[in-house]
């Protein structure tokens, strides 16, 4: 590809709305495959099976599809308006990730993705395939070989230039396309996003523990929060941002430019009460073109259930005492557990000798007799 092709390549991707581009070869990650086994033999990915799943496949594209030769890496900032942690402080409200306030943007980056492949077919031939967390790429260390970044020691990638917000995709082609110099790494260091984990999920420097992280623990996971983590979550219900936050690199980071990531103004600091009162229904509504939505309903209700649990607000004891006779177990057992923090242990044994008489779920019952 001529210089020329490879400029009108990242003046188009800037014109759909894409803030960085980069080119490496399919053999950029060699040697991924140590450290992505190291962390799947050590368990630290939890219930996230997709990861262990064709773990060739994710450590090496040219097993994912042989015929590649070049990976083009694309990012799109979403960085936030305000900063995120502010709202941490509001013990009434929930805390959403700020990737999760706006819409869901997998749904945004694959038609840009795909329009981009198409002008590259269109100009220079070949064939593509687009990617964007639909199969095991491993989208990280590929864009820190393509130069957009590196991989800081909270395993997120970082940009010079925009900071921790970054949405990536990724366009493997058949084509010979020159390469870019891969980011060094800039952490120094520094230990701030390590020391900034709630739950102390970082096991080492680049080496997280999902199962401690407050992300999967509200995202990934589907059963009941583990009560060692439920406190330090405080009122996060949707994700957590601190270890990104809290990078300094952030200082040189610009507030996002696309518009349907930016957040809503009813998800920027939801009030906990009215959250909890969500039905199936108003659950969907509320996070049509949301992430938030494939978690559905009732895992997010444990979440708030969680937060109400933390806010040592008395007027939401009402919403936990209506939501442990919830349909669901899940939000039964994070009720039971918000009560429990909310309420003096008189009223909360009165309660447990009433629902236990009722209650045929184990876990539930648990919740009831622990405390």
Known sequence: MSESLSDSLRAQAG????????????DAIEGISKRLDAFLDAGLHGDMDWLAN?????????VLWPQARSVIMLGMNYGPDADPRAILGAHGQGAISVYAQGDDYHELIKPRLKQ???????????????????????????????????????SNLVSRELGSWLFLGAIFSTLELPRDTPEIDHCGSCRACLDACPTDAFVAPYRLDARRCISYLTIENKAAIPREFRRAIGNRIYGCDDCLAVCPWNKFAAVGRETKLAAREALRAPSLADLARLDDAAFRALFAKSPIKRIGRDRFLRNVLIAIGNSGDASLVAEA?????DDNPLVRGAAVWALSQLLAAERFTSLATHHLAHEHDDAVRAEWQHN
């Open 15 to 26: 014109a759909l709305g894409f803030d960085a581009v980069g080119v490496c070869g399919v």
């Open 54 to 62: 064709h773990r060739d496949r994710r450590a090496d594209p040219r």
């Open 116 to 154: 981009l492949a198409r002008w590259l077919i269109a100009q220079a031939g070949g064939d593509v395939k687009v990617f964007v967390d639909t199969a095991p790429v491993m989208e990280k260390p590929l864009a820190a070989a393509a130069g957009l970044g590196w991989q800081g020691k909270h």
């Open 321 to 325: 005492e209506r939501l442990a006779s």
